[in-house]
């Protein structure tokens, strides 16, 4: 069984950078799509970022296009969202996720596994 571990959140000031890491274990990760996403207070589960098994592609979000980049360190197990010019709107839980049958997806019912959550604020 997989389980999904994040870590890496925190405060920020707006413009500031941060890597959130999605650690797995019960499987290796390069078995499986893996994404990223996060939820507001009062809002809807958000899509970022997902990257394709092994050596397969990503895809990205509008609002995550040119300032967040997703990969995958298959050796650690670990996949990363890197987060620059980080915006007080981007506060949120940030979850990664993972679709262990299927392709890339942007859709949150396509994913099977969901880690904790990792918060992250960003102060104006």
């Known amino acids: 069984q997989v389980r999904l571990v994040e870590s890496g959140g925190g405060l920020v000031q707006a413009g500031g950078s941060l890597r959130l890491s999605c650690a797995a274990s019960?499987?290796?990760?390069?078995?499986?799509?893996t994404g990223w996403f996060r939820q507001a207070p009062g809002k809807e589960r958000e899509f970022l970022a997902t990257i394709g098994r092994s050596l397969t592609g990503t895809y990205y979000a509008d609002s995550a296009k040119g300032r967040f980049t997703i990969s995958r360190d298959n050796a650690k197990n670990t996949v990363y969202l890197q987060m620059n010019s980080l915006k007080p709107e981007d506060t949120a839980v940030y979850y990664c996720?993972?679709?262990?049958?299927?392709?890339?997806?942007?859709?949150?019912?396509?994913?099977?596994?969901w880690g904790q959550g990792t918060q992250v604020t960003v102060s104006s």
């Open positions: 019960g499987r290796t990760s390069s078995f499986f799509v």
């Open positions: 996720a993972a679709r262990t049958l299927g392709l890339v997806s942007a859709r949150v019912s396509d994913y099977d596994v």
